[in-house]
């Protein structure tokens, strides 16, 4: 039996891979990801409800839910976490795309009070050539190169908030 082009493997659509270095230990570096994410993700521009969102909620455990909750107390979920390993790394599927996505973070300890957060934003095969285009955040999506860019803002975000985080308990 022969296979026609139709039904060739897609071609393999490379993960969106970004990190940061953050001025902290893992363990405060993970908790602020996790547990503070309402106060630092910029869901004005990187959400579904944009300014309409006043929370961002991790279910801390294996099958939690990720979500937003927006003023009106509708919810959008982002995702599931499949992976949980506090303070090192989770995993979740990411919802926000046309199809299912999958997002893994990694926090690696360089120094004492220095760590490495890693995202590496997979499962692009899942897609159509229109869906890769569709707008996410930013105009022209995964194609355009929107969700890198979305995720070098979200680390940013990110590194900016341990910062000051730490500073404030220091």
């Known amino acids: 039996m022969t296979t026609s082009p139709q039904q060739a493997e897609p071609l393999r659509r490379p993960p969106i891979r970004q990190a940061t270095t953050v001025r902290s230990d893992v363990e405060h570096t993970f908790t602020v990801f996790v547990r503070e994410i309402g106060t630092w993700w910029p869901t004005s521009i990187i959400s579904a409800g944009q300014d309409r969102v006043r929370a961002v909620t991790v279910e801390p455990h294996r099958g939690g ?22 303070p090192r790394r989770f995993t979740m599927s990411w919802t926000c795309t046309p199809a299912p ?70």
Do not use: K, M, N
């Open 65 to 86: 839910r990720v979500y937003e909750t927006w003023h009106d107390y509708t919810t959008v979920d982002w995702g599931t976490l499949l992976v949980w390993e506090p």
């Open 101 to 170: 996505t999958e997002v893994e973070l990694t926090f690696t300890a360089l120094g004492p009070a220095l760590t490495r957060v890693a995202v590496e934003h997979r499962g692009w095969e899942a897609l159509s050539e229109a869906q890769l285009r569709e707008d996410c955040a930013q105009p022209g999506g995964y194609a355009a190169g929107a969700f890198a860019t979305g995720w070098t803002r979200i680390l940013a975000a990110l590194a900016e908030a341990v910062d000051a985080d730490t500073e404030g308990s220091a």
